[in-house]
């Protein structure tokens, strides 16, 4: 009883950040059609409107299409919690949940990765070493990503295996 | 059992760069607030909103205690994979790393936050939330803690079953 309450009150402090989490990913949607209204990159901390060059749109293309896949792991991984009783977290459809947001994350962290590498050449190439700091930051929490990604397809592997002892149970009972 | 291998080599590497990187900011932190007049000048650069004071060096600390915590949640993440490897997904100690990994990631993720928040408005005078990068992996970060002290509940039920399973065997 202790550990459904516990399990119920973590579920929702889970998703009221994930609420803000989507208030935030809001507030960019619309800095970035800001900085394509305005034809400045600058409003997305990219480059001055000045240096735009087809590498860079591509660059940014690529890690908009990471963030996206992010989301939506995410999002996949917030579905996951959808569940009334502790049982109801080993079903077949929980965990190919699980999976699915693991893969989605995890790819999204590879995407990103190579994305930022091209900007960090880029900015080698241009001499501009000023950005590369920042992007190592960003780079630190793309490989995270990718690990917590990993983790959760070890978590759907992980509930499989109960799921199936919850079914031998069942059987011998 | 692949993708365990892989998430142990990936999970290596990272608490390597992770110890590095924790060095490196202590030791630059420390001479930049600490020993700055002993250095030449420009032998540190740093952004230019960080202004060399009290409060600041309060901010710095207290993130360079946070970022020592989190290093020790992906410690804790680490010592789980051996025991992945051999396939006892339901051990209590596996249970136990996962609480505490994520215990720590949430306290982490809300000091960040807060130092954030905080630093921010001391600088501008004004509640001013800026949403970058930072802002998102604090929130995931979090989340991600949560995540891991609600499956770790998960697991210790999976141990009871795997435990009536064998008593019934």
Redesign the interface.
């Known amino acids: 009883m202790k550990?459904i309450n516990?399990?119920n009150s973590?579920?929702l402090?889970?998703k009221a950040?994930?609420f803000?989490?989507c208030g935030?990913y809001l507030?960019?949607i619309i800095?970035n059609m800001f900085a394509i209204m305005e034809n400045d990159l600058s409003y997305i901390?990219e480059c001055s409107s000045e240096d735009i060059t087809s590498l860079i749109i591509v660059t940014i293309v690529i890690k908009l299409i990471s963030k996206g896949l992010f989301f939506i792991g995410?999002y996949h991984?917030i579905k996951v919690l959808n569940f009334e009783t502790?049982d109801g977290?080993?079903s077949i459809k929980k965990i190919n949940l699980f999976k699915k947001s693991g893969r989605l994350i995890l790819l999204s962290g590879v995407i990103g990765i190579f994305a930022i590498s091209i900007d960090m050449l880029i900015n080698v190439f241009n001499a501009t070493f000023s950005t590369i700091e920042q992007n190592n930051?960003?780079l630190?929490?793309l490989?995270?990503?990718?690990?917590?990604g990993?983790?959760l397809?070890?978590?759907s592997?992980?509930?499989e295996?109960?799921s199936e002892?919850?079914k031998?149970?069942e059987l011998?009972i | 059992m692949k993708?365990?291998k892989?998430?142990k080599k990936?999970?290596d590497v990272?608490f390597v760069?992770l110890l590095l990187?924790l060095f490196i900011y202590i030791v630059v932190g420390i001479l930049y607030f600490g020993f700055s007049d002993l250095l030449p000048e420009g032998a540190i650069e740093v952004q230019d909103f960080i202004v060399k004071d009290k409060a600041m060096s309060i901010f710095f600390t207290i993130l360079a205690i946070a970022f020592g915590f989190f290093v020790k949640g992906v410690f804790h993440?680490r010592k789980t994979i051996p025991l992945?490897l051999t396939g006892d997904?339901?051990s209590e100690t596996i249970t136990k790393h996962f609480r505490a990994c994520g215990i720590i990631f949430i306290y982490v993720g809300l000091t960040a936050l807060l130092v954030h928040l905080i630093s921010q408005w001391y600088l501008n005078s004004i509640i001013w939330i800026r949403?970058?990068?930072?802002?998102?992996?604090f929130?995931?970060l979090?989340?991600?803690g949560?995540?891991f002290?609600?499956?770790s509940?998960?697991?210790?039920?999976?141990r009871d079953?795997?435990q009536?399973?064998e008593l019934?065997i």
Request: proline content about 0%; aromatic content about 20%; cysteine-free.
């Open positions: 550990s516990e399990i973590l579920k402090i889970i950040l994930f803000v989490f935030s507030l960019l800095k901390n995410f991984l502790l977290s080993f930051d960003f630190y929490s490989y995270f990503s990718a690990i917590v990993l983790f397809i070890v978590f592997k992980i509930l295996r109960a002892l919850k031998e149970n011998t | 993708t365990i892989l998430l990936l999970i990272f760069l990187s993440l992945l997904y339901f949403i970058d990068t930072q802002i998102y992996m929130l995931f979090i989340i991600i949560l995540f002290k609600l499956f509940i998960v697991f210790s039920k999976a079953l795997k009536e399973n019934t």
